[in-house]
């Protein structure tokens, strides 16, 4: 007699998969929220000051121009 034991696995098997789906989907879901944060930086396009950036937009304090978004 040969009794597959598979139809007795598929329920466990199946169960597990979907847990698998689920936190890979959680995972995911962590990982594209941590991207969504942009690290947004504004410059002066006359580089008055270099490299320095700022967190927001605004005018450059030295020539008054609009400061530039730069991408990091
Ligand atoms: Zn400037």
């Not at 930086?41 to 006359?46: D, E, G, L, N, V």
């Not at 270099?50 to 730069?70: A, F, H, I, S, W």
């Amino acid at each position: 007699m040969t009794a597959c034991p598979l139809p007795a696995l598929r329920g466990p098997r199946l169960a597990l998969a979907t847990l698998l789906m689920a936190l890979a989907a959680a995972a995911g879901l962590t990982a594209c929220h941590g991207d969504t944060e942009v690290h947004a930086a504004y410059m002066c396009p006359m580089e008055c000051e270099g490299d320095k950036r700022y967190p927001e937009p605004g005018t450059c304090p030295v020539c008054g121009m609009d400061l530039v978004e730069v991408q990091q």
